[in-house]
């Protein structure tokens, strides 16, 4: 199937200028809401002013360039909670919807790379017909051997309080630590800290060699008071802090149906106080769960954290996280970890980077290595899509990507970097591009669609006939599931 012929406001261009748009506002009302975490992106005319690098033998570049600059992300509670609303018959709400989070929620295909470093890899596709394509950048870390990996200290932080009463909450989060704690080695170490009204400390720092003990601590976990989340958090983190250990991973673990009521709940001085920890190299991982779910508070605590923000809202997906998931992503391949793309104007007219808009930075922020970027673990994709509006009969270099990172322990800065040639464009998305290509476009139309009613010029049947013909081609559960929920977003329309 193609797309629709262009029209006024409708297909790739429109999904330029709406992907700057939506997305990151969320339902946070106070005067005392924190500013995006991230430096805002440097503005067009600003972009076209630095220089380009030097490209193939037979490539003609000029000495502009256009430049595109984040922090990675391997967050994906964005498509967790937003799967759950689509399940439960509600359309979700636009704010909350983070198309990145959606992409880097499916499974990719990328090589992995030999050592701790990443695998760049960049390819795309034309849209038939017009001078207009996606890009995909995806990059990669090597997966570890939980056998070899280094010893943890995770301090878990419980909320408690009324609102986890409800079923799928503090019931799933025990049973979850229960399982974790079976699946941890004996070099390990745990503590776990409850609050509600305040902070308890039910087991300060303890090796797996005493799980009994720490089981014990998990049954100790009872309902009751409000959500004090500064409490919780400022005493997990003195537990970790307490118990630094230089050779292991910290990391704080907080557990939340993340809606403060507490305490300090001006977002800035949570903000504030994660980000200090994380300068002490004491990372933080946010688990959300339950109907009502403080999204947006969440993910900034993330980000600022150092860590990632995830959704569950099931036994299996919880199950699945910390037995499956955590062992295995516990270490980090990467500190501060940035992409920056470089667009050869020569070929681009234009470039969309389809989400991470709380994640931008400036062009001089990339080898800025005292500017912060995003800690990615062993085994982790992140992918980034780009809509491009390309000259017509161009050919040449589109684009050169490349990653930064500081290794965990050294600091020490390194990079990769990959390229993409017009020639390498498959001809036709739907009819040539790789399966996985074509899945990450539907992923990220899908998001974008339930954010702003518009997705590369295509509606909701359209996106339900590319899910039906990609999920038996893939065989991948789950395409599957997303063909279920854009079904269900159908019958709520």
Known sequence: ??????????????LLGLAACGGAGGNATSADRPAPARQPAVPESQRSASPAPSAGEEDEETTTAQISTFALDVDTASYGYARRALQEGRWPAPGEIRPEEWVNAFRQDYAQPPDDGFTVHVDGARLPGRDEAVMRVGLQTRASDPAARRPANLTFVVDVSGSMAEPGRLDLVKAALHKLLDQLAPGDQVSIVS??????????????????????????????????????????????????????????????DGLANQGDTRWQSLLDQVKDYAGKQVTLLTVGVGREYGDELMEQLADNGDGMAVYVSTQEEADKLFTTQLP?????????????????PSVVERHRLIGYENRELAAEDFRDDARDGGEIGPGHSVTALYALELKPGARGQLAQATVRWQDPDTREASEASGTLRSGDLAEGLWADAPPRLQVDVLVAAFAVYLRDKEAFGMDLPELAEQAGRLA???????????????????SVA
């Open 328 to 344: 295995a992503t516990i270490e980090l391949r990467a500190r501060d970890a940035k992409a920056q793309v470089v667009f050869n």
């Open 472 to 490: 038996p081609a893939t065989e991948d559960p789950m395409v599957s599931e997303l063909a279920t929920l854009i079904e269900k977003a159908r």
């Open 195 to 256: 609050f509600s009204d305040g902070a308890d400390v039910l087991a300060t720092m303890t090796p797996l060699t005493a799980r009994d003990e720490l089981r014990a601590a998990v049954d100790e976990l009872e309902i009751g008071g409000g959500t004090n989340l500064e409490a919780g958090l400022v005493a997990g983190y003195q537990e970790a802090a307490k118990a630094f250990r230089p050779a292991a991973t910290n990391r704080v673990i907080v557990l939340s």
């Open 1 to 14: 199937m193609k797309f629709r012929p262009m029209a006024a406001s409708i297909g790739l261009i429109a």
